[in-house]
């Protein structure tokens, strides 16, 4: 099985786009095209022809270069069946089970509605890489915006399944802010104290947070540790639900 490379590109004030090359038939995809510019210009200095764009969810911020990109290089564009209608130029549905063939590598689909009614995620198992849109952030979690809370901790509960090797190709720089919040949470959480320490030397320096690992997620991430039982009392709920406690915790996050 070749290696799937995977390229970051910072757009807007704070998105991922991520360009991935499939080398053993030379494909080139891109998740959650924010803007056209920033990709073509990657693809360009590269000397790549983008084949697929893959799409976690409608939002302008990840589909707003689709139809630019899909009219200059003719590329396939990929997103949840559910949500077809909204997703710019789509021409292959998938949806929650599925697998999506992308040259040597396959992508398993997950569907993780809560942020929004029809959002998915891809997770390429042989490269332990997970693209999860704005379901899951380094050190946070997407506002439940047409989705519940309950929906949304099961999306996230789904993706927390997978390995701790993952790593967390998520949508957005949020971690310092999200570490500020989280250890308001958690102050007695140590790999999460010195997590945090770590992320505002990492930004002091101009530097990313992202990727993550999901085995550093299921150990400092409030919003993945609501079945915790110090996460629960943290926020005045002992022996409440999981999904109760993480819907306290994200409320507490929005109300911030």
Known sequence: MSALEVV????????????????????????????AAPVIAELDLRGWTLTHILNTHHHG???????????????????????SDRIPGIDVEVGDG????????????????????????FWFADGE???????????????????????????????????????????????????????????????????AAEIDALRAANKRTVPSLLGEEKATNPFLRADVASVAQAVGLPGAGAAKVFAEVRTRKDNG
Not at 62 to 69: D, K, M, S
Not at 75 to 80: E, K, Y
């Open 98 to 121: 599925e697998s999506y063939q992308f040259g040597d590598a396959i992508a398993q689909v997950y569907e993780t509605p809560g942020h929004t009614s029809g959002h998915i995620a």
């Open 129 to 195: 890489a997970l693209f999860c849109g704005d379901t899951l952030f380094a050190l946070g979690c997407g506002r439940v915006f047409e989705g519940t809370f309950d929906e949304m901790w099961a999306s996230l509960v789904k993706l927390r399944d997978l390995p701790d090797a993952a790593k967390v190709y998520c949508a957005h720089e949020y971690t310092q802010t999200n570490a500020r919040f989280a250890v308001t949470i958690e102050r007695g959480n140590q790999a999460l104290v010195d997590r």
């Open 8 to 35: 970051q590109i910072p757009t807007r004030d704070d998105n991922y786009v991520y360009l991935l090359r499939e080398p053993g038939q030379g494909l080139v995809g891109v998740v959650d095209p924010s803007d």
């Open 61 to 83: 911020d990840h589909t707003g270069g689709n139809l630019e990109l899909k009219a200059k290089y003719g590329c396939t564009v990929v997103g949840a069946r559910v949500d």
